[in-house]
């Protein structure tokens, strides 16, 4: 790498790829994961000769925590009748396990796994009270394309996003319109359930 990519490789959504290729959040979500765990990212790179990324973390002194109970639901706020919530995401664990947290709280959910099929719903008549996505999506449209996308024909769409790094990456200079918020991974269910509810009442 040049020293002026060196430079930029850490900036959200930037990329030396093709348009399309690419969706130059990978090094930021390593540096995000870094900077969260209290460690750091080096970039060593020589023109011709190759690139090494090195990742450094704190070593962790005391005992390992005992895996926690699975979510209570049971006091978390409930949708209102017909209330529906879009999920996208490309990891099918996360996705169907959002999905069965919203369909337990009466929520209706659909789901899909890239952001074109996402904007697919969005574009349609479908009623989406809340569009849940991930930020670092495949398919040539991040999270934050999506929602600009929607709100083309849904001015008042609300938007959660959802991301294993730090805030400003995922939502571009750190800039959220009204209506938007960021749940930072890893999160709680409960957590989850009262952010949708306070969304969709605001």
Do not use: W
């Amino acid at each position: 790498m040049s020293a002026d990519v060196v430079a930029k490789a850490f900036d959200p959504f930037f990329t030396t790829k093709p348009i399309g290729q690419g969706t130059g959040l990978g090094l930021s979500m390593i540096y995000g994961f870094a900077k969260q765990s209290g460690g750091q990212v080096r970039i060593y790179s020589e023109i011709g000769q190759g690139t090494t990324v090195c990742l450094y973390l704190p070593r962790h002194h005391g005992d390992v925590s005992a895996a926690g109970d699975l979510p209570d639901l049971a006091d978390a706020p409930r949708a209102e009748p017909g209330e529906t919530v879009l999920v996208v995401d490309d990891e099918p664990s996360v996705r169907m396990l959002v999905a069965e947290v919203l369909e337990d709280l009466g929520y209706a959910a659909i789901e899909a796994a890239d952001g074109p099929s996402g904007l697919r719903v969005l574009q349609s008549d479908a009623r989406v009270d809340l569009l849940i996505t991930d930020v670092g999506l495949p398919g040539g449209m991040n999270g934050r394309q999506v929602a600009d996308a929607a709100r083309v024909t849904r001015p008042g769409l609300k938007v959660l996003f959802i991301t294993g790094y730090a805030e400003n990456a995922a939502v571009g200079n750190g800039y959220l319109e009204p209506g938007m918020q960021v749940l930072t991974k890893p999160f709680v269910m409960e957590a989850l359930a009262s952010r949708i509810r306070d969304m969709i009442e605001a």
